[in-house]
């Protein structure tokens, strides 16, 4: 019995982290159900298109494919694919509802907790990781959205989690050790930028690493072009210019270095646009040819969307070269909205408690990012050819600064710099 005993205990020492993330889901629930947030209808901002693109996606699965279908759901390459591919695969299946289809959503953000504790070798580090959930959920809006972050950090911590525990990307290695977790953490790393392409920077940054060690690491290139590489021929076969995994970037970056900024704060946004359609209207236009992969009844409006890409960026290179002073300036706005951002939605979401406790949580989620963020560097200093989580955390920052800052993109960095810091504690 002692013997029985002992072996449970040794288990629940091992797993308690387990056992506290599952407890705190039900409550997360029961939290959102009784703030009538999980079951609303509505949807809040972007979650609508999301929601829609990933029904459209179900009703392909169901057998309802055509170029008009694929088109709307390809939607000119503005969002990577796989996450309404997920959410829409789902639903087929299950037949969800919006409410069930947040649940879901929720649950690969905790499954994402658990893979991100598990990777921490030390027990009681682990059982004390599931502070960093707390902070997450209370301190944090957007998770229970119909929106791509959950799926991301689902990918990241699965990637994270193969890299500590298999000692991938160490300077130590031998040259032939773990190909086949290389070549997983490349498909983890594709699929990742397949879900949302703000993290292309830390892929390839994971990219350089391999090929610091090329022998070694060559599996996880295999693995990431195999994944990765179909779809961005795809991108660059239907688009002007080279295009990775979105055609955002031209459009955030003018949002971003917007020059009615100065004179029309509350409209800028609209009087961008319409300088873009003013400019095209002009004459301001590029008769790029058709590609192959478009049809000819989309010719025109595929040429619009090029040439508004091509205008957007020339407007936002045309303010920064004009005043590069106050672009550097507004970089550091954008960084200051991160860090005082708000961690409620308002309106119709509200907190899950209050406006001033939930504001408190996403504070201390910042000061255990922080602190993560020290203690990494402390223990990374010098070891530059290894996995870094500053390196890591600072790649996927850098286009939040650089082009669109927002705060549920930021709240990942937040989440894997606290986590770092727990792994490398012991490192």
Same mark, same amino acid.
């Given at each position: 019995?002692?013997?029985?005993?002992?072996?449970?205990?040794?288990?629940?020492?091992?797993?308690?982290?387990?056992?506290?993330?599952?407890?705190?889901?039900?409550?997360?629930?029961?939290?959102?159900?009784?703030?009538?947030?999980?079951?609303?209808?509505?949807?809040?901002?972007?979650?609508?298109?999301?929601?829609?693109?990933?029904?459209?996606?179900?009703?392909?699965?169901?057998?309802?494919?055509?170029?008009?279908?694929?088109?709307?759901?390809?939607?000119?390459?503005?969002?990577?694919?796989?996450?309404?591919?997920?959410?829409?695969?789902?639903?087929? =299946?299950?037949?969800?509802? %919006? +409410?069930? #289809?947040?649940?879901?959503?929720? $649950? &690969?953000?905790?499954? /994402? @907790?658990?893979?991100?504790?598990?990777?921490?070798?030390?027990?009681?580090?682990?059982?004390?990781?599931?502070?960093?959930?707390?902070?997450?959920?209370?301190?944090?809006?957007?998770?229970?959205?119909?929106?791509?972050?959950?799926?991301?950090?689902?990918?990241?911590?699965?990637?994270?989690?193969?890299?500590?525990?298999?000692?991938?990307?160490?300077?130590?290695?031998?040259?032939?050790?773990?190909?086949?977790?290389?070549?997983?953490?490349?498909?983890?790393?594709?699929?990742?930028?397949?879900?949302?392409?703000?993290?292309?920077?830390?892929? =390839?940054?994971?990219?350089? %690493? +391999?090929? #610091?060690?090329?022998?070694?690491? $060559? &599996?996880?290139?295999? /693995? @990431?072009?195999?994944?990765?590489?179909?779809?961005?021929?795809?991108?660059?076969?239907?688009?002007?210019?080279?295009?990775?995994?979105?055609?955002?970037?031209?459009?955030?970056?003018?949002?971003?270095?917007?020059?009615?900024?100065?004179?029309?704060?509350?409209?800028?946004?609209?009087?961008?646009?319409?300088?873009?359609?003013?400019?095209?209207?002009?004459?301001?236009?590029?008769?790029?040819?058709?590609?192959?992969?478009?049809?000819?009844?989309?010719?025109?409006?595929?040429?619009?969307?090029?040439?508004?890409?091509?205008?957007?960026?020339?407007?936002?290179?045309?303010?920064?070269?004009?005043?590069?002073?106050?672009?550097?300036?507004?970089?550091?706005?954008? @960084?200051?909205?991160?860090?005082?951002?708000?961690?409620?939605?308002?309106?119709?979401?509200?907190?899950?408690?209050?406006?001033?406790?939930?504001?408190?949580?996403?504070?201390?989620?910042?000061?255990?990012?922080?602190?993560?963020?020290?203690?990494?560097?402390?223990?990374?200093?010098?070891?530059?050819?290894?996995?870094?989580?500053?390196?890591?955390?600072?790649?996927?920052?850098?286009?939040?600064?650089?082009?669109?800052?927002?705060?549920?993109?930021?709240?990942?960095?937040?989440?894997?710099?606290?986590?770092?810091?727990?792994?490398?504690?012991?490192?």
């Amino acid at each position: 019995m002692d013997q029985l005993n002992s072996r449970h205990d040794r288990w629940l020492t091992r797993n308690l982290y387990m056992v506290l993330l599952g407890h705190l889901f039900l409550l997360n629930l029961w939290m959102l159900s009784r703030n009538g947030v999980l079951w609303n209808p509505q949807t809040y901002s972007d979650e609508a298109e999301h929601y829609r693109r990933a029904l459209l996606f179900s009703r392909m699965v169901g057998g309802d494919i055509s170029l008009n279908t694929i088109g709307t759901f390809y939607a000119g390459g503005i969002w990577p694919p796989l996450y309404s591919m997920t959410i829409g695969f789902v639903q087929r =299946l299950t037949g969800a509802d %919006l +409410a069930a #289809l947040r649940v879901f959503n929720m $649950a &690969m953000a905790y499954a /994402g @907790f658990a893979l991100l504790a598990a990777a921490i070798t030390d027990a009681r580090l682990r059982a004390a990781s599931v502070i960093l959930a707390v902070l997450f959920v209370l301190g944090t809006r957007n998770y229970f959205q119909i929106r791509p972050e959950n799926l991301t950090i689902l990918l990241i911590a699965a990637l994270i989690f193969l890299i500590m525990r298999k000692g991938l990307f160490s300077a130590d290695e031998g040259n032939a050790r773990w190909r086949r977790a290389y070549g997983t953490t490349g498909i983890l790393a594709a699929l990742i930028c397949l879900t949302h392409a703000v993290f292309l920077l830390a892929a =390839l940054y994971l990219s350089v %690493l +391999a090929c #610091l060690s090329r022998r070694a690491r $060559a &599996m996880f290139l295999i /693995g @990431f072009l195999a994944i990765g590489g179909p779809y961005i021929v795809a991108q660059n076969l239907i688009h002007n210019g080279f295009v990775l995994f979105a055609t955002t970037a031209e459009e955030n970056l003018a949002r971003s270095n917007n020059p009615f900024l100065r004179t029309h704060p509350r409209s800028a946004v609209d009087h961008l646009f319409e300088e873009m359609e003013r400019r095209y209207a002009a004459g301001d236009k590029v008769a790029f040819p058709k590609p192959p992969l478009i049809p000819q009844g989309r010719y025109e409006q595929w040429l619009h969307d090029e040439n508004q890409r091509r205008i957007f960026k020339a407007i936002a290179l045309d303010e920064i070269r004009s005043d590069p002073v106050s672009a550097l300036r507004r970089m550091a706005l954008r @960084f200051w909205k991160l860090v005082s951002g708000n961690a409620c939605l308002g309106g119709r979401y509200g907190c899950l408690i209050s406006p001033a406790v939930d504001q408190v949580f996403y504070r201390l989620l910042e000061l255990a990012g922080l602190l993560g963020f020290v203690v990494a560097a402390m223990r990374e200093w010098g070891r530059w050819r290894s996995f870094s989580f500053v390196v890591f955390c600072l790649a996927i920052l850098m286009p939040m600064v650089v082009i669109q800052a927002l705060v549920r993109h930021f709240i990942i960095v937040l989440l894997l710099s606290a986590f770092g810091g727990l792994m490398r504690l012991r490192g």
